[in-house]
T-cell receptor, first 114, second 116 residues
């Protein structure tokens, strides 16, 4: 089942902050965040695991609320290079036929203007 | 070297053609993935290989046939495709396949496929 991202799009000026949310109706075991620029491959940003472990870039932060099955990506002091489409990928089952499988949300388009 | 390469970059094929997409990584990763991405949509998982064995097949039509000849290579063989199969096909790799999924995926630039 596809996670739901919000907002669908956000426009910022350089230096402004943004929060992108990713919600699931099912229990999550891990949440991955990727950014994809137009015409390019998705690039890894962050992994958040059930239990609080995180792995990712120093300048990007994220949270994972296990009770709410929700993750948020925090982009602070945005730069022009932050522009792109942000996808969360969620793992909803541990083991079984979906072992390690990620299902991506529909994406959030972030545009940063000078 | 954290690069995943894919060839060709663009492919146009007719519905009766047979073609193959190729993906290569030299990071020593043991999990490799094929995704399909339509314009303005998220990547959709098609297949996952773990240690050169097919681990996940997301009920993909048989006109798509994956192959993992060794730990560095992943192919996707295409036959009798439909126009609706036109999309960007992304390959990715990760250190291992794990649950919970603790390893980031490295994506290649993709092959843009057009079926006429």
């Amino acid at each position: 089942q596809q996670p739901v991202q919000s907002p669908q799009a956000v426009i910022l000026r350089e230096g402004e902050d943004a929060v992108i949310n990713c919600s699931s109706s099912k229990a999550l075991y891990s949440v991955h965040w990727y950014r994809q620029k137009h015409g390019e491959a998705p690039v890894f940003l962050m992994i958040l695991l059930k239990g609080g472990e995180q792995k990712g870039h120093d300048k990007i932060s994220a949270s994972f609320n296990e009770k709410k099955q929700q993750s948020s990506l925090y982009l602070t002091a945005s730069q022009l290079s932050y522009s792109g489409t942000y996808f969360c990928g969620t793992e909803m089952n541990a083991g079984g036929t979906s072992y390690g499988k990620l299902t991506f949300g529909q994406g959030t388009i972030l545009t940063v203007h000078p | 070297d954290t690069e995943v390469t894919q060839t060709p970059k663009h492919l146009v094929m007719g519905m009766t053609n047979k073609k193959s997409l190729k993906c290569e990584q030299h990071m020593g990763h043991r999990a490799m993935y094929w995704y399909k991405q339509k314009a303005k949509k998220p990547p959709e998982l098609m297949f996952v290989y773990s240690y050169e064995k097919l681990s996940i097949n997301e009920s993909v039509p048989s006109r798509f046939s994956p192959e993992c000849p060794n730990s560095s290579l992943l192919n996707l063989h295409l036959h009798a495709l439909q126009p609706e199969d036109s999309a960007l096909y992304l390959c990715a790799s990760s250190q291992e396949l794990a649950s919970p999924s603790t390893y980031e995926q490295y994506f290649g630039p993709g092959t843009r496929l057009t079926v006429t």
